[in-house]
């Protein structure tokens, strides 16, 4: 029976873990992606879209698409808007062969990077492809900002759009941004200005972590998550104490710190805990937030759901000055950044 029980909880936990909500909070970006395809129509461009691990990204692509797309080759299946995943180290030639590879051409052995460019951008050409997004972007850099590799993945990606006219979308941590930067150091002679990937891009979309303060956001994630629940109630008899009270939202915030990925992880491990007939209360997701937060994210040695209320107030604090000394060191080489170029 308790062997039962369990994987009762475990194939609930995996059903929660598939009923992410809608885009409900980034119609911003979906709307500044609809606008990169648009766009493009005269002359194609680059737009970036990056933040942090478990800020929805990955999700937000895959929710776009299944919005979006449509299906142009009966046969293979493939769609206008071709998702590519990169993995680690991927060098310019491996940036068009996994283009290829998803498009369903296999590219033959011993190929240049050259060609392979060429290969890609008559096939984008002749296909339809309304959007091109490169996910995980970040494996495809090295180190060091001013490298020729990142020179000459840039100088691809420019040529792949100039070329196709099919619009990239590229999508990562924040330091994809060192592809688009407009302080690219030549080996050789410095190109010109309007052939650099800079002027081919439209301003950046970032995911950001969701402030405790940004009392309408948090609303919406509770709001979407009790939704969820609602449905596992119906298929698993599953529970929950209720999520839009002030208290579960500035304890879930100050467990996942903002991270909307962290709050679905918390709740899933919560689900494969509970007990039979038990409600999700304070007590489970503290278990919870033991199992998958402390000691991972969470060094602070507080449970913010099993805590006093004033040992919860010195946590959101703590976060809140560590967020925003972030900021300030963010804002802080970005201005500098700017006078080195200037």
């Known amino acids: 029976m308790i062997k039962k029980q369990k994987f009762k909880l475990k194939e609930a936990a995996l059903e929660f873990k598939k009923m992410r909500f809608d885009m409900i909070l980034h119609k911003d970006a979906e709307q500044k992606v609809i606008d990169l395809i648009k766009i493009s ?17 990955s999700n937000f692509l895959k929710n776009f698409i299944k919005k979006h797309a449509d299906v142009i080759d009966q046969h293979s299946g493939i769609k206008d808007i071709v998702l590519v995943r990169l993995s680690s180290g991927v060098t310019p030639k491996d940036f068009c062969e ?14 240049k990077q050259p060609q392979l460019e060429n290969q890609v951008i008559e096939v984008l050409k002749n ?22 590799t990142t020179q000459k993945l840039a100088d691809t990606i420019k040529n792949i ?8 979308l590229l999508c990562g941590i924040s330091s994809i941004s060192k592809l688009i930067e407009n302080n690219f150091s030549r080996a050789s002679e410095m190109q010109l200005e309007e052939e650099q990937l ?6 950046p979309i970032e995911f950001n972590t969701i402030e405790l303060s940004d009392k309408d956001t948090m609303a919406a994630v509770m709001q979407g998550y009790t939704m969820i629940f609602d449905k596992l109630h119906r298929q698993y008899g599953i529970s929950i104490i209720k999520m839009t009270s002030a208290k ?19 709740l899933q491990w919560a689900i494969e805990l509970a007990g039979e ?3 999700i209360d304070f007590s489970v997701l503290g278990k919870a937030h033991d199992a998958i937060a402390t000691g991972g994210w969470d060094k602070s040695g507080i449970n913010p759901f099993t805590c006093s209320e004033v040992d919860l107030n010195k946590r959101i604090t703590a976060i809140n000055k560590f967020s925003k000394r972030a900021r ?3 804002l802080s080489k970005a201005k500098a950044k700017m006078k080195e170029t200037a």
């Open 41 to 57: 129509n005269d002359e194609a461009k680059v737009r970036a879209l990056y933040g942090s691990s478990h800020t929805g990204k």
């Open 98 to 111: 996994a283009i290829l590879l998803q498009l369903g051409i296999k590219p033959k052995a011993g190929t």
């Open 127 to 148: 296909i339809g492809i309304e959007l091109l997004i490169i996910d995980e972007t970040q494996h495809a850099l090295p180190n060091k900002t001013n490298s020729k």
């Open 161 to 168: 759009v100039d070329e196709s006219h099919v619009p990239i």
């Open 198 to 203: 800079f002027n081919r891009t439209l301003p």
């Open 248 to 266: 579960f939202q500035a304890a879930m915030w100050a467990s996942s710190e903002g991270v909307i990925g962290r709050m679905a992880l918390v």
């Open 277 to 279: 007939g038990q409600q």
């Open 328 to 330: 300030l060191n963010a």
